[in-house]
Antibody
Framework: QLQLRESGPGLVKPSETLSLSCTLS??????????WGWIRQPPGKGLEWIGT???????YKNASLKSRVTISVDTSKNQFSLKLSSVTAADTALYYC?????????????WGQGTLVTVSS | SSELTQDPAVSVALGQTVRITCQGD??????ASWYQQKPGQAPLLVLY???SRPSGIPDRFSGSNSGNTASLTITGAQAEDEADYYC???????????FGGGTKLTVL
């Protein structure tokens, strides 16, 4: 059964770059028809899609974050990563990675447990 | 519009039926998926496509679609169904994912 786990620093200083990784177990990141997504949730608020990557490197990004987001895949590590540059307090959130189907019934399943990232000096 | 609109809060009496709706232009082309999120937990997919449930999701959860509106129906709501529910789909361009703002379901 596919499982995902986020990892990375829990505290990032303003203006710096947030870096997270998502490691897969129980399956391969090159499996079709899957894509791999990042979603975040500020404390007490709703879900926001950040972006999605395919193992070929093709990416899709939220237009509101696009200029600051880099998503990449490392097939050798069965892992995909998120970098968010120039962070502010507004980027404080629970960050989730998830397996994504990107067909006419787009969905995320399963999700990682999430990792809290706080932006503070 | 690339947004999905949900009612912020809905309540239902224990054992009764409740419908949670989601509106958006993208729903004319793409199905909605629905997630249940309980406090301190990651979202859980409960419904996708026209009316498909992942393994382990009770059959009291069902879905429907009409025009630009998708609905999640819980028939015979249980106390454990109290949670936040989010719809999700693709925007009208097809290249982006969108989430609804979420509906807080209270089971009375």
């Amino acid at each position: 059964q596919l499982q995902l786990r986020e990892s990375g620093p829990g505290l990032v200083k303003p203006s710096e770059t947030l870096s997270l990784s998502c490691t897969l177990s129980g399956g391969s990141i090159t499996s079709t028809p899957f894509y791999w997504g990042w979603i975040r949730q500020p404390p007490g608020k709703g879900l926001e899609w950040i972006g999605t990557v395919h193992y070929t490197g093709r990416t899709y990004k939220n237009a509101s974050l696009k200029s600051r987001v880099t998503i990449s895949v490392d097939t050798s590590k069965n892992q995909f990563s998120l970098k968010l540059s120039s962070v502010t307090a507004a980027d404080t959130a629970l960050y989730y990675c998830a397996t994504q189907n990107f067909d006419t019934a787009p969905r995320f399943d399963p999700w990682g447990q999430g990792t809290l990232v706080t932006v503070s000096s | 519009s690339s947004e999905l609109t949900q009612d912020p809060a809905v309540s239902v009496a224990l054992g009764q039926t409740v419908r949670i709706t989601c509106q958006g232009d993208g729903l004319r082309s793409y199905y909605a998926s629905w997630y249940q999120q309980k406090p301190g937990q990651a979202p859980l997919l409960v419904l996708y496509a026209e009316n498909s449930r992942p393994s382990g999701i009770p059959d009291r959860f069902s879905g429907s679609n009409s025009g630009n509106t998708a609905s999640l129906t819980i028939t015979g709501a249980q106390a454990e169904d109290e949670a936040d529910y989010y719809c999700q789909s693709r925007d009208i361009s097809g290249n982006h994912v969108v989430f609804g703002g979420g509906t807080k379901l209270t089971v009375l």
